[in-house]
């Protein structure tokens, strides 16, 4: 009996655990290589959940924190992966953000600029977008549209959220 409840424990618990994680590929959509991130947007109604993004190959990405007024621009005090390079035979890499603010928009891009300028491209995401209306939409429009794209310095801790590691910074700044 005792293994039985300790099992069931444990099984809720993983439950509970795999529930607190939400998985965003960045680069990549049903195998194919992209300029998105897949969804690009997700909800997440948990403080200290945790975001994975898993950079898929092959490309050379970032995930910068944006304002929804400036999508391809860093938030000041906002956080940044830094670039992470996936040569066509190296696999994926993740970096995990942890969410502490559930109820503000957390807006964010790929700052690539080398071969595209991939926010300009609708590089663009969002955790916890409004409930109501087409934000995610004009956010995305304002992307396409925008004339300037920052890369900004690698921050591990951002507004609403904070990760506990950066991607190790690649200088391939040139790697599409």
Known sequence: M?????????????????QSNTIINVGE???????????????????NSTVTFIFRKPGNHTVAQSSYAKPCEPLDGGFNSGFFFVDSSSGTGTWNLTITDVNTPIWFYCAQQISEVHCELGMVGVINPPATG??????????????????????????????????????????A
């Open 2 to 18: 005792r293994v039985a409840t300790a099992f069931s424990t444990l099984a809720f618990a993983a439950v509970a655990i795999a």
């Open 29 to 47: 959509i049903s195998g194919n290589p992209t300029f998105w991130f897949d969804p690009p947007h997700v909800n997440v109604t948990e403080v």
């Open 134 to 175: 087409d934000a995610f939409d004009q956010f995305v429009y304002r992307a396409n549209a925008a004339t300037t794209v920052v890369y900004p310095s690698t921050a591990l801790t951002g507004i609403g959220a904070f990760a506990t590691a950066a991607v190790q910074e690649n200088t391939q700044r040139n790697a």
